[in-house]
């Protein structure tokens, strides 16, 4: 198969020609199809029945002799620290367990250190500038919270084994201004990439400029694997802890994908130190999270186990759809030339690269055609994709057919927003 890129003009023309007639063919399908964002899909909700119903009466509303309808606990329920503990490998004193959204822990403790420093530290919104690194291609919503505390992001490129830690070590321990980086370690937002062992170490043994430096290690899907069993990550809070800096890394996860996205728990985990903090910031904003919540879930997954066991659940709804998505981006796309993408082995995206300053026409094509996707250059901070190439798709929510009408409008944008580009370029 010859590839766009060696095409003559007058080829490129033939190929733009078909391209063109297929895409015709798409706009009468009048589709509908929303891949914009990861969400679960019906059948994977419908595995958690049960959890609606593990806390269904008065007497059920006791955990280690706390009544759970009441006040108190800001820092979370005993067991579901415990549980949460289980999950990321660390002690319960290292946990504090809140709400629903992680995003929202994640802000606070931003905002926190914008208002009030940490460790001691200057307030950082009384400094001249704050900067932070983020690696690219990577999670919108990390980003939008960054801007939205007016903290300058440093583009990182992303590796097969994480962030280019090269790029990490000459930024953070050049310029006092770096006072963090947003981090999804395993099955990374959108390309699935898992930190290696060096990678992670890396981060442990960094000199940063900053004494008050910050890893936001966000481990979004921590067990959401499409495998048998979820890959390993090295303990970053363990690594920290040896490297003699044990607050500098704050650990984030809820069970937003694996119970139920809007009405889950999150938890996060740090240094004994940087807990204490936490829990003195958190002590003005409540007088107790959700705690009926909480014990619901302890009782419905009850150890790391019954977590992993609903998870086997969700890999078996998720597998057919990731595996449609690049059984077709092969049959449509594969050996021309005009896209790449990793095929992953866990998480709730496949990450794409088209042609070159292509990727908002792939979009708008595909928009127009009735197939709704993530936004151009939303893996990237202030939306800008240097190339223009960038595209995540989602396969997790549409049913298996939609997914796959989905797609094969997908690949018809790539090749006739390519063959455009590429006869501009002749």
């Known amino acids: 198969m010859k590839k766009y890129t060696e095409m003559t003009a007058s080829e490129l023309t033939e190929e733009l020609d078909l391209a063109r007639a297929d895409y015709e063919k798409c706009l009468l399908e009048g589709l509908s199809l929303d891949m914009s964002r990861g969400k679960p899909n019906s059948e994977q909700l419908d595995t958690i029945e049960g959890l609606l119903s593990a806390v269904n009466k008065n007497a059920d509303c006791y955990s280690d002799g706390v009544d759970v309808r009441n006040y108190g606990l800001t820092d979370g329920l005993p067991a579901a620290k415990k549980l949460f503990a289980e999950l990321m490998e660390v002690s319960p004193d290292n946990v504090i367990v809140g709400g629903n959204s992680s995003l929202n822990m994640m802000y606070d403790v931003l905002a926190g250190f914008m208002l009030f420093g940490t460790g001691g530290g200057t307030p950082w919104c009384k400094l001249p500038k704050v900067k932070f690194l983020c690696p690219v291609p990577g999670y919108d919503r990390h980003f939008t919270v960054t801007e939205a505390l007016g903290i300058e992001m440093i583009n990182v490129r992303m590796t097969d084994e994480g962030p280019d830690m090269d790029e990490v070590r000459r930024l953070a321990e050049s310029d006092e201004s770096v006072k963090g980086i947003w981090c999804c370690p395993k099955y990374s937002n959108p390309e699935g990439v898992v930190y290696s062992d060096a990678t992670v170490r890396a981060f442990a043994e960094l000199k940063p400029a900053a004494k008050d430096f910050k890893i936001m290690w966000d481990n979004a899907y921590i067990v959401h694997f499409l495998e048998n069993a979820p890959a390993k990550l090295l303990n970053i809070i363990d690594e920290c802890e040896k490297a003699g800096c044990p607050d500098r890394a704050i650990e984030f996860v809820s069970t937003s994908k694996i119970s139920y996205p809007g009405s889950g728990v999150a938890a996060m985990a740090s240094g004994v130190g940087m807990i204490a903090e936490l829990k003195k910031r958190i002590f003005p904003q409540t007088i107790g999270p959700n705690k009926l919540n909480q014990l619901m879930h302890v009782r419905y997954f009850k150890d790391l186990e019954g977590v992993l066991k609903v998870m086997r659940k969700h890999a078996v709804a998720l597998r057919p759809r990731f595996d449609m ?102």
């Open 325 to 426: 998505v690049e059984g077709i981006l092969e049959r449509e796309l594969g050996g021309k030339g005009i896209i790449e993408w990793k095929a992953p082995k866990g998480g709730y995206f496949v990450s794409v690269q088209v042609q070159k300053g292509t990727a908002k026409r792939v979009i708008e094509l595909a928009g127009k055609a009735g197939v709704k996707l993530t936004p151009a250059g939303s893996a990237f901070p202030y939306k800008k994709d240097p190339d223009d190439s960038n595209i995540r798709i989602a396969p997790t929510y549409p049913p298996v057919e939609d997914l796959r009408k989905a797609m094969e409008v997908f690949t018809v944008a790539v090749r006739l927003a390519a063959a455009e580009k590429l006869l501009e370029r002749k």
